[in-house]
Protein backbone atom coordinates (compact mmCIF):
# COMPACT_ATOMS: atom_id res chain seq x y z
CA UNK A 1 0.00 0.00 0.00
CA UNK A 2 0.64 3.62 -0.08
CA UNK A 3 3.57 5.11 1.92
CA UNK A 4 1.89 6.66 5.49
CA UNK A 5 2.94 10.08 6.34
CA UNK A 6 2.53 12.29 9.55
CA UNK A 7 -0.84 14.60 9.77
CA UNK A 8 -1.09 17.37 12.03
CA UNK A 9 -4.99 16.65 12.07
CA UNK A 10 -3.80 13.33 14.01
CA UNK A 11 -4.35 12.86 17.63
CA UNK A 12 -1.26 12.90 19.85
CA UNK A 13 -0.92 8.80 20.30
CA UNK A 14 -2.68 8.30 16.76
CA UNK A 15 -0.27 7.33 13.41
CA UNK A 16 -1.37 6.59 10.07
CA UNK A 17 -1.21 3.01 8.86
CA UNK A 18 -2.26 3.41 5.28
CA UNK A 19 -3.10 6.60 2.80
CA UNK A 20 -4.25 6.35 -0.31
CA UNK A 21 -6.19 7.11 -3.56
CA UNK A 22 -8.95 5.69 -5.48
CA UNK A 23 -7.65 2.91 -8.10
CA UNK A 24 -6.63 4.41 -11.66
CA UNK A 25 -9.12 2.24 -12.69
CA UNK A 26 -11.41 5.15 -11.88
CA UNK A 27 -9.83 7.09 -14.60
CA UNK A 28 -11.49 4.93 -16.85
CA UNK A 29 -15.01 6.73 -18.07
CA UNK A 30 -12.52 9.81 -18.57
CA UNK A 31 -10.11 8.00 -20.53
CA UNK A 32 -12.98 6.91 -22.73
CA UNK A 33 -14.21 10.32 -23.27
CA UNK A 34 -11.67 11.23 -24.64
CA UNK A 35 -11.06 8.14 -27.03
CA UNK A 36 -14.69 8.85 -28.22
CA UNK A 37 -13.88 12.62 -28.61
CA UNK A 38 -11.09 11.48 -30.64
CA UNK A 39 -13.07 9.81 -32.79
CA UNK A 40 -15.64 12.26 -32.77
CA UNK A 41 -13.27 14.61 -33.94
CA UNK A 42 -11.19 12.11 -37.13
CA UNK A 43 -14.71 11.95 -38.50
CA UNK A 44 -15.49 15.53 -38.47
CA UNK A 45 -12.35 16.49 -39.79
CA UNK A 46 -12.97 13.65 -42.45
CA UNK A 47 -16.10 14.86 -43.48
CA UNK A 48 -15.66 18.56 -43.23
CA UNK A 49 -13.11 21.09 -44.87
CA UNK A 50 -13.30 22.91 -41.17
CA UNK A 51 -9.49 23.29 -40.07
CA UNK A 52 -7.71 20.98 -37.87
CA UNK A 53 -7.18 24.15 -35.19
CA UNK A 54 -10.86 24.81 -34.55
CA UNK A 55 -11.81 21.43 -34.28
CA UNK A 56 -8.91 20.11 -31.97
CA UNK A 57 -9.88 23.49 -29.61
CA UNK A 58 -13.59 22.55 -29.59
CA UNK A 59 -12.98 18.71 -28.64
CA UNK A 60 -10.72 20.01 -26.11
CA UNK A 61 -13.73 22.25 -24.37
CA UNK A 62 -15.78 19.48 -24.61
CA UNK A 63 -13.60 16.96 -23.16
CA UNK A 64 -12.55 19.29 -20.05
CA UNK A 65 -15.84 19.74 -19.03
CA UNK A 66 -16.70 15.82 -19.67
CA UNK A 67 -14.16 14.20 -18.48
CA UNK A 68 -11.95 16.93 -16.07
CA UNK A 69 -15.27 16.18 -13.48
CA UNK A 70 -13.83 12.17 -13.26
CA UNK A 71 -10.33 13.25 -13.30
CA UNK A 72 -11.03 15.84 -10.44
CA UNK A 73 -12.87 13.73 -8.27
CA UNK A 74 -10.56 11.24 -8.47
CA UNK A 75 -7.76 13.57 -7.55
CA UNK A 76 -9.65 14.87 -4.62
CA UNK A 77 -10.76 11.52 -3.55
CA UNK A 78 -8.37 9.96 -0.41
CA UNK A 79 -8.93 7.11 2.16
CA UNK A 80 -6.62 7.50 5.44
CA UNK A 81 -6.27 4.59 7.99
CA UNK A 82 -5.16 5.74 11.41
CA UNK A 83 -4.61 3.76 14.41
CA UNK A 84 -8.01 5.44 15.74
CA UNK A 85 -10.23 5.96 12.45
CA UNK A 86 -11.21 5.16 8.70
CA UNK A 87 -10.88 8.77 7.34
CA UNK A 88 -12.55 9.25 4.18
CA UNK A 89 -12.18 12.65 2.28
CA UNK A 90 -13.91 13.35 -1.09
CA UNK A 91 -12.95 17.16 -2.27
CA UNK A 92 -13.66 19.44 0.84
CA UNK A 93 -16.22 16.79 2.34
CA UNK A 94 -14.60 14.46 5.36
CA UNK A 95 -15.84 11.12 6.97
CA UNK A 96 -14.38 10.03 9.94
CA UNK A 97 -15.01 6.11 10.62
CA UNK A 98 -13.97 5.18 14.62
CA UNK A 99 -12.48 1.87 14.54
CA UNK A 100 -14.50 1.14 17.75
CA UNK A 101 -17.93 1.80 15.75
CA UNK A 102 -17.17 -0.23 13.09
CA UNK A 103 -19.00 -3.90 13.03
CA UNK A 104 -18.45 -5.62 10.14
CA UNK A 105 -16.34 -4.67 6.98
CA UNK A 106 -15.86 -6.75 3.82
CA UNK A 107 -14.86 -6.82 -0.04
CA UNK A 108 -16.81 -6.72 -3.15
CA UNK A 109 -14.90 -7.55 -6.56
CA UNK A 110 -16.64 -7.85 -9.91
CA UNK A 111 -14.77 -9.66 -12.77
CA UNK A 112 -12.75 -6.96 -14.20
CA UNK A 113 -11.92 -5.87 -10.88
CA UNK A 114 -10.32 -8.52 -10.19
CA UNK A 115 -8.40 -8.35 -13.19
CA UNK A 116 -7.01 -5.17 -12.41
CA UNK A 117 -6.76 -5.80 -8.47
CA UNK A 118 -9.13 -3.52 -7.48
CA UNK A 119 -12.25 -3.79 -5.39
CA UNK A 120 -15.13 -1.37 -3.00
CA UNK A 121 -14.50 -2.31 0.70
CA UNK A 122 -17.97 -1.89 2.69
CA UNK A 123 -17.86 -0.84 6.34
CA UNK A 124 -20.83 -1.41 8.07
CA UNK A 125 -21.15 1.00 11.98
CA UNK A 126 -23.99 -0.72 14.01
CA UNK A 127 -26.40 -3.25 13.36
CA UNK A 128 -29.28 -2.35 10.87
CA UNK A 129 -26.78 0.42 9.50
CA UNK A 130 -26.35 0.88 5.73
CA UNK A 131 -22.92 0.11 4.76
CA UNK A 132 -20.79 3.07 3.81
CA UNK A 133 -18.84 2.14 0.32
CA UNK A 134 -14.99 2.60 -0.15
CA UNK A 135 -14.86 2.37 -3.92
CA UNK A 136 -12.00 1.44 -6.17
CA UNK A 137 -9.81 0.43 -3.05
CA UNK A 138 -6.31 -1.41 -4.42
CA UNK A 139 -5.80 -4.59 -3.22
CA UNK A 140 -9.03 -4.66 -1.28
CA UNK A 141 -8.45 -8.14 0.35
CA UNK A 142 -5.02 -6.45 1.41
CA UNK A 143 -6.29 -3.17 2.98
CA UNK A 144 -9.66 -5.31 4.52
CA UNK A 145 -6.55 -7.11 6.41
CA UNK A 146 -4.80 -4.17 7.38
CA UNK A 147 -8.34 -2.85 8.81
CA UNK A 148 -9.27 -5.95 11.31
CA UNK A 149 -5.48 -6.33 11.85
CA UNK A 150 -5.81 -2.22 12.85
CA UNK A 151 -9.26 -2.47 14.73
CA UNK A 152 -8.36 -5.41 16.50
CA UNK A 153 -5.34 -3.61 18.35
CA UNK A 154 -7.27 -0.29 18.87
CA UNK A 155 -9.82 -2.69 20.71
CA UNK A 156 -7.34 -4.34 22.74
CA UNK A 157 -5.92 -0.90 23.40
CA UNK A 158 -9.58 0.61 24.39
CA UNK A 159 -9.47 -2.53 26.87
CA UNK A 160 -6.59 -1.57 28.33
CA UNK A 161 -4.19 -4.80 26.85
CA UNK A 162 -6.70 -7.36 27.08
CA UNK A 163 -6.69 -10.64 25.02
CA UNK A 164 -10.35 -10.53 24.66
CA UNK A 165 -13.58 -9.01 23.75
CA UNK A 166 -16.40 -9.10 25.70
CA UNK A 167 -19.46 -10.50 23.73
CA UNK A 168 -21.42 -13.44 23.43
CA UNK A 169 -20.10 -16.27 21.15
CA UNK A 170 -23.11 -18.22 19.72
CA UNK A 171 -22.21 -21.01 18.14
CA UNK A 172 -23.64 -21.98 15.04
CA UNK A 173 -24.22 -25.67 13.90
CA UNK A 174 -23.22 -25.53 10.10
CA UNK A 175 -25.89 -27.71 8.58
CA UNK A 176 -28.22 -24.77 10.00
CA UNK A 177 -29.29 -26.79 13.41
CA UNK A 178 -29.00 -25.61 17.19
CA UNK A 179 -25.94 -25.34 19.08
CA UNK A 180 -26.42 -28.91 20.22
CA UNK A 181 -26.21 -30.41 16.85
CA UNK A 182 -30.08 -31.30 16.22
CA UNK A 183 -31.66 -30.14 13.19
CA UNK A 184 -34.52 -27.09 13.14
CA UNK A 185 -37.99 -28.14 13.35
Known amino acids: ?22 HWTALLPA ?4 MLLAAV ?3 VLAAT ?7 TLCAAAVWALLAGRSMTRWARRRVTLTTHRLRLRAGG ?3 DLPLETITDAWYEQRLRDRLTGVGDVLVVLGEGATPV ?5 PDPSGFLGELTDTQQ ?15 EVVDEAPDGGDRDGRPWR
Open 1 to 22: MAHARPSRRLAPDERTVDRFRP
Open 31 to 34: IAWA
Open 41 to 43: CGA
Open 49 to 55: PLAWPLV
Open 93 to 95: QHR
Open 133 to 137: RVADV
Open 153 to 167: ARRTALLGGADHLDV
